[in-house]
């Protein structure tokens, strides 16, 4: 990229970032990414969620989560609903369960979500025509997961750990998600162990797309087949519940159990839960928060 086209890209994504309000968190509080430059992504807030008694003289872990807007703030959200991030995570640190930790929101990019969260090396195991009627329809012309992954390891990564006082190893750096959110966090993991140590996928979308489909899994299955990060260095967190769009997943992850476990994960490196009564929304994810966060983080 050219230096004149750095400047346009600077000034466009500090401009979507104050386009948006600031949420107000419970506990904690929030910080605005100012200035970050992205060579990989349309503009997008990003923040940055300090607990309580945040010191320059700590080193924190940190947890990188998608959906940033849908966290916090349930008075912001389209739908009044959030996942409370910053009660759980607070209340987990004063119960000395988890060690100290950052929260690293970044927003979904509106009509390019299904884009940017489904994983672009999923594409492959799809045969024609329905992998261009897919990406047509679905992925507004364009796989973006790669490079949506680039902008978290190579710029927003890079950019958090020079201006935080953070412990920046991979067994002290998670990814978070739900739905789609879950499908990029576990595909972020496989594609970059070296940086991620853990990922949570809570009510996983292992569909891929609008409606109940054999092609789309059996993709996610085959890629998972050749690419599951060591399960000697890693821990993947897995649920999904009963109700609604939840309701249709149970033989897809119970496939993705089965290939996590041939893979060589056991009940120490890997989980996958049910939880009976639960929907697909942020307050079926706020009540169960603290379970993937224990089991990725969780002091043992």
């Avoid at 949420?23 to 060579?39: D, I, K």
């Avoid at 959110?181 to 993991?189: H, P, R, T």
Wanted: net charge neutral.
């Amino acid at each position: 990229m050219k230096p004149a086209s750095l400047c346009v890209a600077a000034l466009c994504l500090c401009a979507g970032a104050l386009a948006q309000p600031v949420h107000r968190p419970a506990v904690g509080s929030l910080q605005r990414l100012e200035g970050l430059v992205s060579r990989h992504v349309d503009a997008r807030p990003v923040d940055v969620w300090l607990p309580a008694g945040y010191s320059l003289a700590k080193r924190y872990s940190v947890l990188y989560m998608h959906d940033g807007q849908m966290l916090f703030d349930a008075s912001q959200t389209w739908n009044k609903q959030a996942w409370q991030v910053d009660v759980t995570v607070q209340r987990l640190i004063d119960e000395g369960r988890i060690p100290d930790t950052l929260v690293v929101a970044v927003w979904n990019a509106g009509p390019l979500r299904h884009s940017e969260y489904f994983p672009q090396k999923f594409l492959p195991f799809v045969t024609e025509p329905l992998r261009s009627q897919f990406i047509a329809q679905r992925l507004q012309g364009q796989p973006r997961a790669d490079a949506y992954l680039r902008f978290l390891v190579e710029e927003l990564k890079p950019h958090i750990d020079r201006h935080y006082p953070t412990r920046p190893e991979r067994e002290h750096t998670f990814v978070v998600g739900s739905s789609m959110g879950g499908l990029v966090s576990i595909y972020a993991m496989n594609e970059y162990p070296q940086v991620f140590g853990g990922a949570a996928g809570l009510s996983t979308h292992w569909v891929g797309g609008a409606q109940p489909n054999a092609a789309l899994p059996l993709a996610a299955f085959n890629y998972l087949r050749d690419h599951l990060a060591d399960p000697a260095t890693h821990r993947l967190y897995m649920d999904h519940g009963t109700l609604g769009l939840d309701a249709g997943y149970a033989p897809y992850q119970r496939f993705v159990d089965e290939i996590v476990r041939d893979r060589g994960y056991t009940a120490t490196s890997s989980l996958s839960r049910v939880f009976e009564g639960t929907g697909h929304d942020e307050t079926s994810w706020a009540q169960r928060l603290d379970v993937p966060l224990l089991f990725l983080m969780g002091r043992r």
